[in-house]
């Protein structure tokens, strides 16, 4: 593993970039470099910066102020062709695959080999075939990429950079759609590029990640460079305050008193998805659902919003028997749902804050056909409040939200629906660490004032700072029950992959940063 | 960056169509004096008016992301409708038959889309060869004639002589429309479905409740349009109204209501419909033979659906494709 340090002179060096838009200044005097060799993380927070900072690379922005220097020289990049022409590859967040093309296809897109005017099929196989050796990767270079699952067309972006002869690769926040052992191939990837003495500009928010594969870390700050370090100068709590700007509070789960029993589930089963799940969840308690993707666990959420069929079992709500007619159903019973997927299935992002909140509750605030336009404002000032929804008026559109404020307002929808029991999935996924933290602690707030949340997430240290138990599925049974004290990441993935202690470990280098350098 | 793009964008759109408006018309004032005659520009407002009411329920189907293709074959088969039932029931209860006859069309379109789970566009493009075969088949594919029964011109009468009565209902449907949009429940339902349905139906919505109700007004609006149409002409066969579809979309998509979904602006609607008559209005005056209205009407709706698009245009995208 390189040292920072003896990676010799930068091959890119950003120097004094400002980037002005109309009205923001969104990069304002950053210096960055990157070496051979090295990988050097960027990070922030959403609107930090760092975007920008990628395109100036890319050559699709231009700096207003500032030079870039690739192996000492200066350049300007007006187009993203001559970045890639100066060895800069940059593999955006969305991928720029052509899904019904071959990866072979792909990765020569534009530099086709030739033989006459006929495409030389040959030779572009077997020089894919060579740069997936050199990767150590396995990719059939004859299979369209709509066939691989997205982890696999990140490696194929990957190999088209390497092929490209990239010296510079910049990956915008690689592993967002990735599981988690996905995430560890590519992170031994970015390793081994490192190695073999690319330059790798590693852009993410995800801080385990980025303790694990970088030499160096900068962190940018409302457009400003806050800090480059070493990785071993940094500890993640120094770099979370550069990034927030303030220091953290690392809050510990309050103490819970669980009332009554609100929810019972008996034998509650979907089809093959989900099986067997039965539990009690009691008012002012947290039920944590684990388990790998395809595990059942989000399934068994869908199911209990009525979102699947309920195909065995029985749900009771307060006593009652609930009938599962669907979402609507679910809601007029007191059930909230946060959904998972926040753009695909949580907000309307054409609709007003307001109009968002209170799409839920409109038959309560009614008066003959019209709405109610004070009631409807009264609902707004109350769980806007409550939940600290910042806004700059309340007729603003939802897309115009950050990540965080747009989960607050699907939190406050379900809110309004006087929900007892609060279906949360993956409440944080995608979300600034400001904005975690703090919903973190709306989460607190709202099981002291006696609501029941079931909580699934993929992100254990969620499960372990919110869950005062917590189901581990495995597929599509739950596989036993962890009480707060045995939640431990070993303990859950013993029980989601069925494994022996010591081997389940394995899987979990990534979360731990000292392992990955260890591996 | 984006943000900034956006206000003026959104500037741009709020104001372009009642700008383009106020061009066309000075424009055509300048080269045709006949055009600022008043008995010219009521004629305007009418013809306007004919293709407004259905394009007022064509926006409320493009704004909860769907579209109705139908409405040309819906507003012949309820003019021939309404124009059968007259002789023998008299205008008002012809009226209603037209207009029930719509509403079953509308109805019909939303219970195919939701239960049979349809794309709007092949559902409704189906209904539209449909609905033309019934007419056909119900009026034997001859014409109905209304010589001498003056009770169905109350449908193109003037109030106080004046004002055309296609101009009046237009008015009427926009102020009721208006207040269902912005005061109801429905109307917040329609956004919510056209902005996000998977995430409407998520919090509550019943969502097929919503597309058959919106369809179901798109058929009643193409019913009186073509309830009016046969009125004027005292006609009323299985080929009339042919291509108002294409015009209703046209005079929505001109004036302002983006395509995606989730945003409705039922003036805009009127405008490009007086945008589009204004125009075909003076092209006439201007001895400018028929089929170049066609053109005109067709390089209207580009350069509206370029600005309209432009709405989720990306630079970032666009110059990545570009390389």
Known sequence: MSVPGDCGPPLLRAQGISRRFPGVLALDNVDFDVSPGEVHALVGENGAGKSTLINIMAGVYQPSAGTLEVKGRRMVLPNPASAQQAGINVIFQEFSLIPDLSV????????????????????MHRRTAEVCRLLQIELDPKVAVRELPVAQQQLVEIARALAFDAQVVVMDEPTAALS????????????????????????????????????RITVLRDGKRILTEPRSALTEEQVVSAMVGREL??????????????????????????????FELRAGEVLGLAGLMGSGCTAAVETLFGLRPMTSGEVMLSGKALLMHGPRAAIRAGIGYVPEDRKRAGILPDLSIL?????????????????????????????????SIRYSSPAQRAANLSGGNQQKVILARALAENCQVLLLAEPTRGVDVGAKAEIYSLIDMLVESGIAVLLQSSELPELIRLADRCLVFSSGEPRGELVRGELTQPAVMALATGLANGQAELKLLRRDPLGQEAA | MTRLSNVWSRLFRSYSIGLAVLIVIAVLAFLTPDFL??????NVLANAS???????????????????????????????????????????????????????????????????????????????????????????GKDLYLYGNPAYKVLTRRLFDTVPMPVIIVLALLAILSLVVTQTRFG????????????????????SLVIWGVFTIVGVTAAMTGMIVSAQVLTANARLNFGLELQAIAVVV??????????????????????????????????????????????????????????????LTYLRRQS
């Open chain 2, 188 to 207: 917040r339902h329609v956004l919510a479905v056209g902005s996000n349905l998977p995430a409407a139906k998520r919090s509550g919505v019943r969502t």
């Open chain 1, 180 to 215: 988690e052992v996905e995430i560890d191939r590519l992170l031994q990837l970015v390793r081994s590029l490192a190695d073999r003495g690319v330059a790798v500009v590693y852009v993410s928010h995800k801080l385990g990640e980025v303790f694990g594969v970088a030499d």
């Open chain 2, 254 to 315: 001109i004036g302002g209501t983006a395509l995606t979904g989730g945003r409705v602006n039922l003036v805009g609607t009127l405008l490009g419909a007086v945008l589009v008559a204004a125009i075909n209005n003076g092209l006439n005056l201007l001895n400018v033979p028929i089929f170049y209205q066609e053109v005109t009407v067709g390089v209207l709706l580009l350069a509206a659906l370029a600005i309209n698009v432009g709405h989720g245009f990306n630079p």
């Open chain 1, 249 to 278: 509070v690392h809050t510990e789960c309050p103490p819970r008193t669980p009332g009554k029993v609100v929810l019972a589930v008996r034998g509650l089963g979907s089809g093959k998805a989900v099986r067997n799940v039965s």
């Open chain 1, 104 to 123: 072979a296809e792909n990765i020569f897109l534009n530099r086709e080999a030739t033989r006459g005017l006929r495409i030389d099929w040959d030779t």
């Open chain 2, 37 to 42: 005659r008043v008995d010219n520009l009521l």
């Open chain 1, 355 to 387: 109009h968002n909140i209170t799409i839920g509750v409109l038959e309560r605030i009614r008066r003959l056909a019209v709405i109610d336009a004070k009631k409807e404002q009264s609902i707004m000032d109350e769980y806007g409040g409550k939940l």
């Open chain 2, 50 to 140: 004919i293709v407004g009411i259905v394009g007022l329920g064509m926006t409320l189907a493009i704004a909860s992301g769907m579209f109705d293709l139908s409405v040309g074959a819906t507003a012949a088969f309820a003019g021939c409708i309404a124009m059968s039932l007259v002789p023998d029931y008299g205008i008002l209860l012809g009226v209603i038959g037209g207009l029930i006859a719509g509403a079953v069309v509308g109805l019909s379109n939303g219970v195919i889309i939701t239960e049979l789970r349809v794309p709007a566009f092949i559902a409704t493009m189906a209904m539209m060869t449909i609905v033309r075969g019934i007419t056909l088949i119900y009026t034997d």
